[in-house]
């Protein structure tokens, strides 16, 4: 959501994916949808390998922490 500037912008941007989700759902307009969704791929490369990177490195944090919590939690049993 940072990526917009404005609310009204934030609400056209999940506006037009409801309309895009729709349109393959019912299988509306398939070919335009899909020039569509590689238009904006290709108009946004750098943000989407941007988002994928950013998220590769919180699930890492994440796989991280929760080996700690697993032993964290396996030495509490051992207790018990």
Same mark, same amino acid.
């Given at each position: 959501? &940072?990526?917009?500037? +404005?609310n009204?912008?934030?609400n056209?941007?999940?506006e037009q @994916? &409801?309309d =895009? *989700?729709?349109?393959? !759902?019912e299988g509306?307009?398939l070919?335009? +949808?899909?020039a @569509?969704?590689?238009k =904006?791929e290709?108009?946004?490369?750098h943000l989407? *390998? *941007?988002?994928?990177?950013?998220e =590769?490195?919180?699930k890492?944090? !994440?796989?991280?922490?929760?080996?700690?919590?697993?032993?964290e939690?396996?030495?509490?049993?051992l207790?018990?």
């Open positions: 959501r &940072e990526q917009f500037s +404005t009204d912008e934030w056209d941007y999940l @994916r &409801e =895009v *989700a729709f349109n393959m !759902v509306i307009d070919e335009e +949808t899909e @569509r969704l590689k =904006v290709q108009e946004n490369a989407i *390998a *941007a988002s994928q990177a950013k =590769v490195e919180m890492q944090n !994440v796989y991280q922490g929760e080996g700690t919590k697993a032993e939690v396996r030495s509490v049993f207790l018990l």
